[in-house]
């Protein structure tokens, strides 16, 4: 366990009543009285004598919160005041499993006449809160440890602040720690994004493969367009993804959850495969027509349909563009169709 602390000679003097180990042991006990009983043995440090009450009821602490939290890996605590930050690291199941990283924090006492700190100390919360929920593995990892870094300074801040220190110092030193907390804000960021597309991914191969084997199944018995052309859309609209995020350009709302995500994701080649089939259908029903000759083999003419379904699924804009030009020139028929009755009603010398 690392602790960073203020000398033993910067401790209160003043002394309070010991805590008997067995309140500890009665029940949960909470990060703030934790707090308080490891505050309880440090101003006991300055007492001359061996182990003492306040020793016992810290140790018992010590062992019942890494028993419940894990390990506590990291930690300040304010000399002055009842307050600190840590850092534990819970074992997983699984041995080659990443630890679970949590944050904990009890600042309320040191931060009551610093509001600026307290502000700063609340965006080490809530980035922590999101660094748990949201990332995995290393990145979490990563990410809380940087939240501890920063609070961590901010309450050394705190504790200079009532040591008396030099104000414009403590000013520069709260502007870095804004711009460190804000590199952190970055990394968890692009650390999100980035799972999210994993977890996008993995449900768009998921759902394409589905496709895939389910329409290679019904085109070994007999061919079918539409059904080809779903195959094709599916697989155009993954490529489609998998360069966008190649080119860093593909940005998910990494905070709705794994499972929204994956439903996302799951999505994206049912969609492509809905507008290469309609283009399927229109070159099929006549409102396109395929650049192939007439008289091309029919094996070409089904690559071409092909191609072109892809292209309906690797681009949604194209494939609606392309179905939405047939649309004006369905309507443009029945407007020739009247212009012969209007040019005979002018030479009748009735009104149009």
């Known amino acids: 366990m690392t602790e960073l602390t203020?000398?033993?000679?910067?401790?209160?003097?003043?002394?309070?009543?010991?805590?008997?180990?067995?309140?500890?042991?009665?029940?949960?006990?909470?990060?703030?009285?934790?707090?308080?009983?490891r505050f309880d043995w440090w101003r006991e440090q300055r007492r001359d004598g061996a182990r003492s009450r306040a020793k016992t009821a810290y140790d018992a602490a010590v062992a019942d919160f890494e028993h419940r939290h894990g390990e506590i890996a990291s930690a300040y605590w304010c000399s002055n005041v009842e307050s600190g930050v840590a850092l534990t690291h819970q074992k997983r199941s699984l041995p080659w499993a990443t630890p679970g990283c949590t944050f904990h924090r009890e600042?309320?006492?040191?931060?009551?006449?610093?509001?600026?700190?307290?502000?700063?100390?609340?965006?080490?919360?809530?980035?922590?809160?999101?660094?748990?929920?949201?990332?995995?593995?290393?990145?979490?990892?990563?990410?809380?440890?940087?939240?501890m870094a920063s609070a961590a300074h901010l309450l050394g801040l705190v504790d200079a602040r009532a040591a008396h220190a030099n104000d414009a110092?403590?000013?520069?030193?709260?502007?870095?720690?804004?711009?460190?907390?804000?590199?952190?804000?970055?990394?968890y960021r692009e650390a999100a994004n980035g799972q999210?597309?994993?977890?996008?991914?993995?449900?768009?191969?998921?759902?394409?493969?589905?496709?895939?084997?389910?329409?290679?199944?019904?085109?070994?018995?007999?061919w079918a367009?539409?059904?080809?052309?779903?195959?094709?859309?599916?697989?155009?609209?993954?490529?489609?993804?998998?360069?966008?995020?190649?080119?860093?350009?593909?940005?998910?709302?990494?905070?709705?959850?794994r499972p929204y995500a994956f439903f996302l994701g799951g999505l994206r080649p049912l969609i492509g495969g809905?507008?290469?089939?309609?283009?399927?259908?229109?070159?099929s029903g006549g409102l396109l027509h395929l650049p192939v000759a007439a008289n091309e083999p029919t094996n070409d003419r089904r690559?071409?349909?092909?191609?072109?379904?892809?292209?309906?699924?690797?681009?949604?804009?194209?494939?609606?563009?392309?179905l939405t030009a047939v649309l004006p020139t369905a309507h443009q028929q029945p407007a020739t169709e009247t212009a012969p009755a209007a040019t005979a009603a002018q030479t009748d010398g009735r009104a149009p």
């Open 196 to 222: 999210a597309q994993m977890i996008y991914f993995s449900g768009m191969a998921a759902v394409a493969g589905a496709i895939s084997i389910v329409a290679a199944v019904w085109l070994t018995i007999d």
């Open 107 to 147: 600042s309320d006492w040191a931060t009551q006449n610093s509001p600026d700190i307290a502000c700063e100390l609340h965006r080490c919360d809530e980035l922590a809160v999101r660094a748990k929920t949201v990332l995995t593995g290393v990145r979490q990892r990563i990410c809380m440890q940087l939240v």
């Open 6 to 37: 203020e000398p033993l000679a910067a401790a209160p003097t003043e002394t309070t009543a010991d805590v008997p180990a067995q309140t500890i042991e009665s029940h949960a006990l909470s990060f703030s009285e934790f707090v308080r009983t």
């Open 303 to 322: 690559l071409a349909l092909l191609v072109f379904s892809f292209f309906a699924g690797f681009s949604e804009r194209w494939a609606q563009d392309t």
């Open 274 to 283: 809905a507008f290469a089939m309609a283009i399927a259908f229109a070159f």
């Open 225 to 257: 367009s539409p059904v080809g052309a779903l195959i094709a859309g599916a697989v155009g609209a993954v490529v489609s993804v998998i360069q966008r995020i190649n080119n860093g350009k593909f940005t998910l709302d990494f905070d709705v959850g």
């Open 169 to 187: 110092e403590t000013s520069a030193a709260l502007q870095q720690e804004r711009a460190a907390l804000a590199k952190a804000e970055a990394y």
